[in-house]
């Protein structure tokens, strides 16, 4: 059984607000990222679970929806001064860094992200949310708003105990990640916004 670790925690300024920025790792070498906003704890937290995109967080990539994502979480959650953004180093649906790029060429050669992760041997998404059940028994939350359009994080989430109410995240379209956001709702059941 894996055992969540709080590895260093920091006061984090930012634009959405004061968070306080805790390093977690639960079972494996990997360190996890939790900001967490707690100014209106008698509200139920909102929180987001998202996987690290270097392209889409750190780039603004347009092939993907993620680090749009992760800014309307921040702001929505920075809005109403309780909740949690998850940031787990899970690159790629869990493949790392070097093996999504590998499937970027594939999917420049017609392949649906999908499909690229499994022709590179992988399954479609190998990610995993344990830690974040973990965490928020470990803080006494048994019941959040789950930012998300992902039904395997609701699934997760509940499967640990949690009480989830989802909150849909719209994002734009553009023509380059058109097919990715069809390919999440038609083959990774994604809810539609």
Do not use: W
Request: aromatic share 6%.
């Amino acid at each position: 059984m894996s055992t969540l670790k709080i590895l260093e925690t920091v006061q984090l300024p930012t634009d959405h607000g004061h968070f306080i920025m805790s390093i977690i790792s639960y079972g494996d070498d990997l360190e996890h990222i939790v900001l967490e906003r707690s100014s209106n704890v008698s509200e139920i937290p909102i929180i987001r679970i998202h996987s690290e995109c270097m392209t889409g967080d750190v780039f603004r990539s347009h092939r993907c929806d993620c680090g749009e994502q992760l800014e309307k979480s921040l702001k929505k959650i920075g809005q109403t001064g309780h909740g949690f953004v998850f940031y787990l180093r899970q690159e790629g649906r869990g493949i790392g860094l070097l093996n999504k790029m590998k499937a970027y060429n594939l999917q420049e050669q017609g392949l649906d992200t999908a499909e690229a992760n499994e022709k590179l041997g992988f399954d479609i998404d190998l990610r995993e949310y344990d830690i974040v059940a973990s965490f928020l028994k470990s803080k006494d939350v048994g019941h959040v708003k789950l930012i998300t359009n992902n039904p395997e994080k609701c699934d997760a989430l509940r499967d640990g105990g949690i009480e989830v109410d989802r909150i849909p995240l719209p994002t734009t379209t553009h023509n380059a990640n058109e097919r990715y956001k069809s390919t999440k709702m038609n083959k990774l059941g994604h809810y539609g916004h």
